[in-house]
């Protein structure tokens, strides 16, 4: 019997697994493997640029705690992400029209849209001087979304509780690569002045720390190829398998007559 199960485990293996070698599974690897030491210098950070369809969680606080509240209409989101990748409570707050701009109370409209959070915060605190006494305001974008699907552990729809997040930190979110995901060839889907960007990352190379990829945009989509081998495999298993059950098959019934022989 112990013969037997080794013969099935052992076609089982040979159906389901196929070869890959580290080099092709490997993140970040250096030019020259004998010296690993390496610096790199980030050449341009990405500063996250307000845009109509953004829905925002503005904070007004002055020392008038009771005029805050008329700007304080909606409560703080925290922006948590669940194990499915979305959203525990749905985004809620001022949301940027088609042209760019949001109404606040008394200020009225303000045109915000291509603004970072800190050049719309100083704005509308300019604005709020003349109701509030030393107002601060605080601004931040609550429905920042990307995808992630492909050869991933958990592709879904994820809202980021950061102004910033780069590709491995997506992936990571993801649950991973699998082993079949095609790690040097990540294709990127932007959308860029009302135009679709396809773009290809190597996530095996160091350089791709300066890739303009590198950090994510809002709605950006993530797509993991797989690999020829997880193709090939998948195939393979569907086009082999009624040979290798046959044969495990015959196997069984050689093995279960040569052990009545023995008996």
Do not use: H, W
Not at 117 to 129: G, P
Not at 139 to 167: C, D
Request: contains cysteine; aromatic residues 10%; hydrophobic residues 40%.
């Amino acid at each position: 019997m112990d013969m037997l199960k080794r013969i099935f485990f052992f076609l089982i293996l040979t159906i389901f697994t196929s070869c890959v070698s580290q080099k092709e599974i490997t993140y970040f690897q250096p030019k020259d493997v004998s010296n690993d030491i390496q610096k790199i210098d980030i050449k341009e950070r990405f500063i996250v640029k307000l845009q109509p369809g953004d829905i925002l969680n503005i904070m007004v606080n002055s020392i008038s705690p009771e005029a805050n509240t008329m700007f304080n209409v909606f409560p703080v989101q925290t922006g948590q992400i669940n194990v499915t990748g979305t959203a525990t409570t749905p985004p809620i707050g001022f949301l940027v029209d088609s042209d760019g701009f949001i109404a606040l109370p008394l200020v009225g409209k303000i045109l915000i849209s291509g603004l970072s959070s800190k050049e719309a915060s100083d704005l509308i605190s300019k604005k709020l001087d003349q109701y509030l006494v030393q107002p601060t305001v605080s601004v931040r974008v609550v429905n920042y979304k990307i995808s992630v699907l492909g050869e991933v552990n958990r592709p879904s729809l994820y809202t980021i509780n950061n102004e910033v997040v780069t590709l491995p930190e997506a992936l990571s979110l993801a649950g991973d690569l699998t082993i079949f995901g095609k790690r040097q060839n990540i294709l990127v889907i932007r959308e860029v002045e009302g135009k679709k960007e396809f773009s290809r990352v190597d996530l095996t190379k160091r350089d791709f720390f300066n890739s303009p990829y590198y950090y994510l945009r809002p709605n950006d989509i993530v797509y993991v190829e797989p690999a020829k081998g997880r193709i090939t495999n998948t195939s393979r298993s569907v086009q082999l398998a009624p040979v290798f059950i046959s044969a495990l098959t015959f196997l069984t019934l050689v093995a279960v007559n040569f052990i009545n022989l023995t008996k």
